[in-house]
């Protein structure tokens, strides 16, 4: 696929840093959420949660979604509401970082959630997924 556009896949990155104590509670809502949206979304091709290896409270999604369409999916899924909310309750901080290009519908919904997001659009190269 070499088209760069709503239809393309690309690749969201989520930097999470959790209040000192939360670490645990925060693991399991991964584990929960990362159950959830295995069984429920289709176009979710890649779904993982790191610790970081310098900084025990800080950790990453990686997520590969199908398209734009599997993004407005994913954010409108409510076991994903629900870790979102749980998220403002035990997290200090989050951040999302987009490497691939996303339509207009895409930008405004997550620009909707309130964090920093960064964008970075494909200019070149292919995608296999």
């Known amino acids: 696929m070499s088209n760069f ?10 930097r999470i840093r959790v209040n000192e ?4 509670d925060y693991i399991q809502l991964a ?7 295995k069984d429920t979304e289709p176009g979710m091709l890649h779904h ?6 310098d900084d025990p409270l800080c950790f990453v999604w990686t997520e590969v979604f199908e398209n734009d ?4 999916t994913h ?14 309750e035990l997290g200090d901080s989050a951040s999302i970082e987009v490497f691939g290009t996303v339509g207009k519908e895409c930008k405004e ?21």
């Open 31 to 37: 584990k929960k959420t990362d159950d959830a949206v």
């Open 5 to 14: 556009d709503a239809s393309a896949p690309f690749v969201l990155i989520a």
């Open 69 to 72: 369409a599997a993004l407005i």
């Open 48 to 53: 993982t949660f790191h610790s970081d290896p």
């Open 109 to 129: 919904l997550m620009m909707s959630l309130g964090l920093p997001v960064s964008i970075f659009e494909s200019k070149c190269g292919y995608s296999r997924i």
């Open 21 to 24: 104590g939360n670490v645990g």
């Open 75 to 88: 954010l409108n899924n409510p076991p994903v509401l629900e870790y979102l909310a749980q998220h403002a």
